[in-house]
């Protein structure tokens, strides 16, 4: 029998260490964009705040980028699973300083958790007045946001090519959301630089049609960053529902249900191949189930009477909502706690499922949900039929059964984690509904609260609940197993 010294891993961690630094000199580069916010506004406390926050990130990566020097830059998969959380967590870590240095939130729980809710983009606060932040703060928000939605690592392989070659393909597989993982490119960086060139197309548009409409340029700017990355931060209280106007709640409505759509049909669609993304059954599935979810939220709220404005009215906030809730993106325009207890539960049913894989959203994803109720369909179809031989197809293409079964397994560990965290928040005496809501929310990564946490902020929460749901918002970012794996005796020794 060999020691567990004999079969331990040779994990390249001076590389990854050496990745990291470079990964926070990037971090600190981002926050020189709300530090020019800051210069115009003459926010000069503000200003201070971001710079020195800029150069204690640069001054760290610097240390760990050319202080430390690896045999070899060679990154496998346990490196590229081991780097990923690494890199969420530093850049917490790090994000935070600026709510320190402003003096906008002074508890480490706290700062941490807004800070994960920005890359992760869950889009829960902590702070209950964020109408009183300096723009250059609101703007970071916004950038968390917006970096965090497409990918940190994404971005890192776009813009840093030696990362195509210290294990590219193990990072992209690590931090991509979904079942499976396809490249546009043949080059990794490639893939990433088209990814994200939809992306900040997209958010250009988007923030064209806020600005043409009742919103400046700042807050058009910061909602755009925040609605195709489907976070949530708002510039204001009240969220979108400030502006009281149909013209935006429309618009944010359609980029949102855009922001939770697989990038590479999107991707696909710009090249004018429209057809591959009309004809793909997961997109007709999540289009179906959030038309369904407002469907049913409206007819409910018509028969119960539970809101007294005009159908119109009710018809678009029950959409905006459900746009809201099925890409995790946890705007909101009306407080539909009072539309009643059927609708808050259509929005968990429909906050699980998600939206497509390879989108910025969170959740279990719509092409888990439809690939299971097809193996069900044929587990039930062999009840009849033993003998028979039936595949899983989805886009009239045989789904490998590893894959199935994989799927099958994140499904259950997404509820198992859900129920444990619902236990977890409610033996810290928050209620079970709100347990319920806030633990769904944060693994879902979508924003929304119910009680006390209403309208998505939870500056009441207690200092374990926020590590909590910063581990939770974690966990449902990676989609598990990259967190997970780490816990086990398998990724640390040798096969």
């Not at 546009?184 to 939809?198: E, F, G, N």
């Not at 159908?311 to 995790?328: K, M, N, R, Y």
């Not at 998600?354 to 369909?377: Q, V, Y």
Request: hydrophobic share 55%; glycine share 8%; proline share 2%.
């Amino acid at each position: 029998m060999y020691s567990i010294f004999k079969k331990k891993s040779t994990i390249n961690l001076p590389a990854i260490l050496r990745v990291l630094g470079l990964l926070l000199i990037m971090e600190a580069l981002f926050m020189v964009a709300p530090l020019v916010v800051g210069l115009v506004y003459e926010e000069w406390d503000a200003v201070e705040a971001m710079l020195f926050s800029a150069l204690i990130t640069a001054g760290v990566g610097a240390v760990m980028t050319f202080g430390l020097h690896p045999k070899s830059m060679d990154m496998h998969k346990r490196e590229g699973i081991l780097l990923t959380p690494m890199v969420w967590v530093f850049y917490s870590a790090f994000g935070m300083l600026p709510f320190f240095f402003t003096h906008s939130i002074d508890n480490v729980a706290a700062a941490f958790m807004e800070t994960m809710s920005g890359f992760t983009t869950t889009g829960l606060t902590v702070i209950a007045d964020v109408e009183v932040l300096p723009r250059a703060v609101l703007f970071w928000r916004a950038v968390m946001h917006w970096v965090g939605g497409m990918g940190i690592i994404l971005f890192s392989l776009a813009v840093l090519p030696m990362l195509n070659h210290a294990g590219g393909m193990q990072l992209f597989n690590a931090e991509v959301t979904g079942i499976t993982h396809d490249k546009l490119r043949p080059r990794i960086s490639s893939t990433a630089k088209s990814l994200w060139l939809v992306y900040i197309s997209l958010t250009g548009i988007l923030c064209a049609m806020l600005w043409a409409g009742p919103m400046n340029f700042f807050d058009a700017l910061c909602h755009s960053m925040s609605t195709l990355s489907t976070g949530g931060f708002s510039t204001k209280n009240a969220s979108i529902a400030w502006w009281d106007s149909m013209y935006v709640d429309l618009t944010i409505t359609a980029f949102m249900l855009i922001g939770g759509v697989n990038f590479a049909l999107i991707y696909h669609a710009a090249c004018g191949r429209v057809r591959m993304l009309t004809s793909n059954a997961t997109f007709r599935w999540f289009i179906g189930t959030v038309l369904g979810g407002a469907a049913m939220c409206v007819v409910y709220i018509l028969i119960m009477g539970t809101d007294g404005r005009g159908v119109g009215h009710i018809v678009v906030d029950a959409l905006f909502t459900c746009a809201s809730a099925i890409s995790t993106t946890g705007f909101v325009v009306a407080d539909f706690e009072v539309w009643g207890q059927f609708v808050v539960m259509v929005l968990c049913i429909i906050m699980f499922f998600g939206s497509c894989a390879g989108s910025t959203s969170g959740g279990a994803k719509i092409d888990r949900m439809e690939l299971m109720a097809k193996n069900i369909k044929n587990e039930l179809y062999r009840v009849l039929h033993p003998n028979s031989i039936v595949n899983v197809r989805i886009n009239h293409k045989v789904v490998p059964q590893e894959v199935v079964t994989k799927a099958v397994v994140f499904l259950g560990i997404y509820v198992c984690i859900t129920v444990m965290g619902t236990l977890a928040l409610t033996a810290l005496g928050i209620p079970m509904q709100d347990s319920f809501f806030s633990a769904l929310s944060a693994l879902s990564n979508v924003g929304l609260g119910v009680g006390e946490a209403a309208g998505g902020c939870y500056a009441t929460y207690s200092e374990a609940a926020k590590w909590m749901m910063s581990l939770m918002m974690l966990l449902g970012r990676l989609e598990l197993f990259t967190v997970l794996v780490l816990f086990t005796s398998n990724f640390w020794v040798k096969n």
